[in-house]
């Protein structure tokens, strides 16, 4: 139920314009309207596949700790199968640290939140794999949960992994970089992500339809969690109050950009089966088609660096979030390269 984190090592098939104009408020001169930020040319030379490998090994081996093996065995061999999956590329992870990162926090101050949020991104998609819901027999290039593990288990699996989150949250965030309060706020963040208005609205959509219900699926079921990891890394960073609404709405559109862009990709290079499985689900390349879905993709890239406009003040603590952006759109290199 989350914005996809597939790299792939294909070359993009989709080609979005690298500098789209930036919408300024009418206080902004028009001379400086149509021009980019020195700061976005700069995150175009950012080695983001560095950044990202570092901290992803950084990640799985919090992660491999967070999730031991004791008893009930099976329950947590299957939460481990899913948290630990090879194919797994860290992106809320990712994301929650670099925002964070951004007001000058070290990124130790993240890491309990950032592992968090990856077992709340394995959790549901633990779920959302599952016969009733999306009927995927395959995720993060491996048999889904249940196929091995059995419906039963996965089922168990996904509902531990929520709390397990939490409690790892409470119990390893330090005391000395995060204070009890931000620590509150990113938890009553992450449930409300995750609950009957965020990604649990966005599948029941998904599932059972309903009038103009593709962009309210689309934000729910896979703009919630981008926003959410943005936050998070925010709120643990004592950021201001317009900030942390910059950081959500900046995470939202990436977060969906992500889909659209994978929807886009599936449909060009598995049209057949694509559109078999799409039949049950709500894509704006099933709705609206390649054309529509493309200028849909565009103006998610555009309003996501739009936000970060406003990082300015930052200086190049911004350049992963920037970077993101344009990976999301295209995502030209595998970290495994």
Not at 287 to 302: C, I, P, S, T
Request: negative net charge.
């Amino acid at each position: 139920m989350v914005f996809s984190t597939v790299i792939s090592t294909t070359p993009p098939i989709f080609h979005f314009p690298k500098n789209l104009p930036v919408r300024c408020s009418s206080s902004t001169s028009s001379s400086s309207s149509l021009s980019v930020p020195s700061i976005q040319l700069k995150s175009m030379h950012f080695d983001l596949k560095t950044y990202w490998a570092t901290l992803i090994g950084e990640i799985n081996h919090k992660l491999d700790q967070a999730v031991p093996v004791k008893y009930p065995e099976q329950i947590y061999e299957a939460m481990r199968y899913s948290v630990l999956a090879k194919g797994a590329k860290r992106a809320p992870p990712v994301m929650c640290v670099a925002a964070c990162e951004l007001f000058g926090v070290d990124r130790l101050a993240a890491f309990p939140t950032a592992c968090a949020l990856e077992m709340v991104h394995a959790a549901s998609l633990i779920h959302d794999d599952l016969p009733s819901m999306d009927d995927d027999q395959s995720r993060r290039g491996q048999p889904s949960n249940h196929t091995i593990y059995g419906v039963d288990m996965a089922i168990l699996a996904g509902d531990a992994l929520f709390p397990h989150g939490f409690r790892h949250i409470v119990s390893n965030t330090p005391s000395s970089l995060v204070p009890e309060s931000r620590i509150l706020r990113v938890i009553a963040e992450i449930a409300r992500a995750v609950g009957s208005t965020g990604m649990a609205a966005g599948q029941f959509l998904d599932l059972e339809g309903g009038p103009n219900s593709i962009e309210f699926v689309q934000e729910k079921k896979f703009g919630e969690m981008g926003e959410c990891s943005a936050v998070c890394g925010g709120l643990l960073a004592g950021a201001k109050d317009d900030e942390i609404e910059r950081l959500r709405r900046y995470g939202r559109a990436v977060g969906v950009l992500y889909q659209v862009v994978d929807d886009l990709f599936k449909a060009k290079t598995q049209s057949e089966e694509y559109g078999k499985k799409k039949k049950k689900g709500k894509s704006y390349v099933a709705f609206y088609g390649v054309e529509k879905a493309m200028e849909v993709a565009e103006d998610l890239r555009a309003n996501a660096k739009k936000e970060l406009d406003g990082f300015e003040q930052y200086g190049e603590k911004v350049l992963p979030l920037y970077s993101f952006v344009d990976y999301a759109a295209e995502g030209k290199f595998s970290i495994d390269d």
